[in-house]
């Protein structure tokens, strides 16, 4: 092999070696979800929250009222993951306990 083309060779191989920093270190996009939505079901007495748009994750939280102190009391529902384009909508449920806590009211968190 000539001079000539170790040269080349290692030109070329030092060229790729520092674009993989500059390729590898480009974030990637954000995503998110969008329009969202959350309410409560009163006579299940749970709080529901779901996204018709975007990829990303969301969850729904609820605020339940109880008949002793502090008197409200929030509870979480799962974190779920929408992909796009997706056929059927999912939703984040959060189950009040009958028995000491009835839900109130819903709103989503989106991560």
Request: hydrophobic share 40%.
């Amino acid at each position: 092999m000539r001079i000539s083309q170790k040269i080349a060779i290692g030109i070329s191989m030092a060229s790729a070696f520092l674009a993989i920093p500059a390729t590898v270190g480009i974030a990637p996009a954000n995503a998110a979800v969008w329009n969202c939505s959350a309410g409560v079901n009163v006579p299940e007495n749970f709080g529901v929250a779901y996204c018709g748009a975007g990829v990303g994750y969301f969850r729904v939280r609820a605020e339940c009222n109880t008949g002793y102190w502090p008197y409200t009391k929030t509870i979480w529902g799962p974190w779920v993951y929408r992909t796009s384009n997706q056929a059927n909508v999912p939703q984040s449920r959060a189950y009040g306990d009958p028995s000491i806590c009835n839900v109130a009211r819903a709103w989503y968190e989106t991560q």
